[in-house]
């Protein structure tokens, strides 16, 4: 059974606060502003003056943001235990990306004072949030490169390997379930919609995806992932 929202049961769910003690997750449970929001809905923008980090405990996000143009670019998607505006947060400094929500999703918010004191007193919790930290900027940087270095075909297979580690890879296969969008991987690599869909379709006439429902399978993710070191992208 699912622990209760809105509650210390709730935020033990969270990797970020895994083994601390149930005193202390009451105070944050109390600490902490909740929301429900429907699918397709900002959490916040990087206009948003208030500072609070956000911890997602149901449903699926969005870290995007757009250009002058209105081009939008995506930066990654956020699942149950994820948290994100600790930048903002411990520097002070106005926000670097818009959040929305994929899906019917419940975030629960901490006050940046109340975060920097967390982090403070609790070294654990200090030591999580400096290796989430370390690992965004090591995959900035490793998109920067794509960005530099790569064509869009690429550029696209790289990201497809990435999405089928992060969702799990099984006997060479991965399922990304539903199947994202074209539009989705296009502002992820920093392309159009119409060179996803050429891309993809080849990729499927070799077989090395395929559909099953609403889902992308990822047939032969090994042979993805010798297509990205041979264009130095791994």
Not at 116 to 132: F, K
Not at 141 to 164: D, F, K, P, Y
Request: proline share 4%; hydrophobic share 45%; glycine share 6%.
């Amino acid at each position: 059974m699912d622990p209760p929202l809105r509650s210390s049961l709730a935020l033990r769910t969270l990797p970020l606060f895994a083994g601390l003690s149930d005193a202390r997750l009451e105070q944050l449970a109390q600490q902490c502003q909740w929301q429900n929001l429907s699918a397709h809905q900002p959490l916040l923008l990087r206009s948003d003056p208030p500072r609070d980090v956000y911890f997602l405990l149901t449903g699926r996000l969005r870290v995007t943001i757009y250009s002058a143009n209105g081009r939008q670019v995506s930066f990654r998607d956020s699942v149950k235990g994820d948290w994100f505006g600790d930048m903002a947060a411990i520097d002070g400094e106005p926000r670097s990306a818009d959040v929305v929500t994929l899906e019917t999703s419940t975030v629960a918010s901490l006050g940046s004072a109340a975060f920097m004191a967390l982090l403070r007193e609790e070294p654990i919790v200090a030591e999580r949030e400096m290796r989430h930290l370390a690992t965004l900027v090591r995959q900035l940087s490793q998109r920067v490169i794509e960005l530099s270095t790569l064509g869009v075909q690429n550029r696209l297979h790289a990201e497809l390997l990435r999405m089928a580690h992060a969702e799990g890879v099984v006997d060479n296969v991965a399922r990304l379930d539903p199947a994202p969008l074209h539009e989705a991987l296009a502002s992820r690599i920093s392309t159009n919609r119409e060179q996803v869909t050429r891309e993809l379709t080849h990729l499927a006439r070799d077989g090395v995806i395929g559909k099953d429902g609403k889902a992308m399978v990822l047939r032969d993710v090994a042979r993805l992932s010798r297509m990205v070191q041979a264009c130095g992208a791994g």
